[in-house]
């Protein structure tokens, strides 16, 4: 099929390409010029894996291009991906104004009859807003079928996620337009793709046929929002549950594995530390609540998801501090400050966050991420010191934070970084280590769940649950 994309953002652009991977033609626009042109030239505006030899091929192979020219793109299409950014509000509402631009745009540049897909996370009934106003502006007697088809894309495993779903929902009007989409997603929903990820055909990359669900553009536009709102309300569970551990005196790791085990459960976003970050989860839930809220709804239950996430931070602070004593003046080794490993977004990350607030204290902050170090350049203050590798932040260090899990930092050489550091002690936001290993190895270690285990430098006998 011919294929137009409107917003060459995160999920625009893994979106385009791997579409484009499974035979359509894919024309990507965007209102920025500059990104365009650096598409065009093979530079991506962001780092997500797999997806720059995707891009690469897609474009040698005449499938995917990129352009500044909507109309043309527009009119050229048979469908027509909506996916440009919904960012929040002062209030925490989405703001449409770029889906309404976008909107009206394409109803004066269709003719004939075009399918128009939204994949940007809007509120409940904005497929009817976008059907009006498509009716309103209609040019060249074009017609149009608007469908909802929410993406559940990973950051970091986006292009995976595209491949391997768990579900397409598909929120749309006729049988005709649900037929066409089916059709659009063909080679996913019958494994008839060569895995990129892997460079194996489906069947032999763990692919599974995810389930088809056609329902209304209403019912579409809200499952993704209580889908993302379910998630963070487990990772705030999990968060709570850890507090209580601590207190009990358990082993949260321990007990949320006991919960997730539960195939009702599920273990999944039960992982505790610094809470969730991103640009989805906070902004869609802060959505979620105004949009229930309209409705005559008072969510208070993701109010309180909301209120147990914002203390993550203070908490982590809070507990460096009772071992630190005082942060002024002192020297501390930071590993990770992108929001989740995988990816080099920095917005709205816990780890920034953190970083921010021990900067108040006048201390020097040593910091190293495998991907966000540009990005975290950009926003932190200039007196924070970037390391060429991660041993380097514990040069001096009283304290090693570890606040992205990126799995490397695991293998790091730990007797190495003890070595440089001036004080022993690691405080692991993401439950990187199991209380015990580091402890085995002389130093002082905390977690947020894992009990603090301070001032020792007898080995622990590591916890095997
Ligand atoms: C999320 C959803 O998982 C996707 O399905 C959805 O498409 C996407 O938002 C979106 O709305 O576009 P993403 O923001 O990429 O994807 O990140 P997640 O992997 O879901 O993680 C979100 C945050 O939760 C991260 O900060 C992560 O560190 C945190 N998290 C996750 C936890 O603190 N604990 C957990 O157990 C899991």
Redesign the pocket.
Known sequence: MELCIIGAG??GLTTGACLSEIGHHVAVTDCDAAKIADLERGRLPIYEEFLQPLVEGNQAAGRLRFTTEAPAAIAAAEAIFVCVGTPPDRDGKANLAAVERVTRQIAECAAGHKLIIGKS?VPARTAEHIRRTLDTFARNRASFEVVSN?????????VY?FFHPDRIVVGCDTAAAAARMRELYRPVLEGLFQCPCHARPAADCGWHAPAWMETSTTSAELI?HA??SF??L??SY??AIADICELAGADALAVLRGIGLDRRIGE??????????????PK?LSAFLEIAAELGYDFRLLREVQAINAERVALFVRKLRESLWVLEDKTLGVLGLA???G?D?TR???AMAVAHELLKHKLRLQVYDPKAMERARAELPPEVVYCGHPEAVAEGAEAVLIL??WPEFRALDWTAMKARMLRPLVLDG?NLFRAGELEALGFEYAALGQGVVAHTTSAAAPVTS
């Open positions: 995160y999920v996370t929410p993406e559940f894309l990973r950051e970091g495993t986006g996620d993704k889908a993302n998630l963070s487990k990772i999990a968060n999944a976003f039960l992982r505790p530390g610094l809470g969730f970050g991103g640009f989805c989860f869609d929001f989740k490993p990816t977004d709205l990350s816990p992205t899990e993401r």
